[in-house]
């Protein structure tokens, strides 16, 4: 029975990459660590003048194993000076997602930019709004000669990969690599307050506006052709620092994603334990816990493992998919993340508990400052 519901689970995995991926968003539990993947009014909102990241996620690989989910992000962003206190920012960034046995993959390359103007500023309070846009190229691909067909398991666990497969009636119609473009647009409020000491912040965004075309197949059977579109992806997330007591802060935040028929809502808080900040070296170390809320489909009268997310119109409810333990450590302009998924959905009867694994990298060059308080520690 345990083998069965193994086998079961990495064949739902593999269906929903085939059947919604083409439709939905690579995400990182560490959303605050890959900005203009998050929103691109979030371009050069940093202290210092040039910052790098780079960021590194596995999923399910307790179950896929060879064929987990893996997913890499890498940025660059600078802030450029205008006037007396306002800023641009400009910068660009690549991910590459490749999932599953079809070694379906997504690499995408967008060039962002963003405004940031102040709002309001006193000696200790500063309040800004940035609006920021982003567009690029993606590409989808999947090796279609690695599909497993049924006939090809003998039923009892067994695979003969030289057995009978499924014939592809008029390959022509078949475009399993293609490119798209990819236009994307944002809106940010963040303040500092107490010299800087707190914070808090408050965006909106709206990716893939163009809804570019994701079918495999070009034409159906009649010759029709076959539009499937990239849902519009809608963004809410925000968070804070609140400064307490012997350098000691907490720092709730969340995010909320909204793309056709699923949603997502990651919350939680960390606690930021100031280690040393002087002039010259500012180490931080902190903790933190979230938790991630998904939808779910219910079809009537079947098991809840293999409740199938993909059926449209069915009844859905929201469930806690994982729990997100997450550390992070910086040190002058370097900052390194870890955090790891707890799996709690009905797939860790297959997974016990192992979701997904995270690290992210952040590097910031630090040129002359002299406008004070600006950004908030994210």
């Given at each position: 029975m345990r083998m069965l519901r193994n086998i079961c689970a990495a064949l739902l995995l593999t269906l929903g990459s085939l059947q919604i991926g083409f439709s939905q968003d690579i995400h990182f539990s560490q959303f605050y660590a890959a900005p203009l993947d998050l929103n691109p009014a979030l371009t050069g909102v940093f202290n210092c003048t040039q910052r790098f990241t780079a960021n590194y996620r596995n999923q399910l690989s307790?179950?896929?194993?060879?064929?987990?989910?893996?997913?890499?992000?890498?940025?660059?962003?600078?802030?450029?000076?205008?006037g007396r206190a306002d800023y641009f920012g400009v910068g660009g960034i690549l991910t590459s997602d490749v999932a599953g046995s079809l070694d379906f993959g997504t690499i995408s390359g967008r060039l962002s930019g963003a405004y940031s103007k102040q709002l309001y500023y006193s000696r200790s309070v500063s309040h800004y709004l940035s609006v920021g846009v982003s567009g690029g190229v993606s590409q989808r691909s999947l090796d279609w000669t690695a599909a497993r067909w049924g006939l090809q398991h003998d039923g009892n666990g067994g695979f003969d990969p030289a057995g009978p497969a499924e014939n592809i009636d008029n390959p022509d119609r078949l475009d399993a690599d293609f490119l798209f473009g990819d236009f994307n647009a944002g809106l940010l409020y963040f303040g500092l307050f107490n010299g800087g000491e707190s914070s808090a912040y408050l965006g909106v965004a709206a990716s893939h506006l163009n809804r570019a075309n994701q079918a495999v197949y070009i034409t159906d059977q009649d010759g029709n052709e076959v539009f499937n579109p990239l849902y519009t992806k809608y963004t809410v997330h925000g968070g804070a620092e609140l400064a307490m007591n012997n350098g000691i802060s907490l720092v709730p935040g969340f995010v909320y994603y909204n793309q056709g028929p699923s949603i997502e809502l990651n919350v939680g808080t960390a606690v930021r334990f100031s280690l040393s900040n002087t002039k010259f070296q500012e180490q931080l170390l902190q903790f933190g816990l979230w938790a991630r809320i998904a939808d779910r489909v219910l079809l009537e009268g079947a098991d809840p493992m293999m409740s199938n997310p993909l059926v449209s119109g069915e009844e859905t409810q929201p469930w806690l998919d994982a729990l997100i333990l997450y550390t992070k450590f910086d040190f002058n302009e370097f900052g390194l993340g870890f955090s790891y998924d707890i799996g709690t959905s009905d797939l860790t009867q297959a997974s016990n508990g192992n979701n997904a694994f995270e690290f992210s990298l952040t590097y910031k060059i630090c040129g002359t400052e002299t406008r004070g308080v600006y950004c908030p520690k994210f």
């Open positions: 307790s179950v896929l194993r060879s064929n987990a989910y893996n997913t890499y992000a890498a940025s660059y962003d600078q802030k450029i000076a205008v």
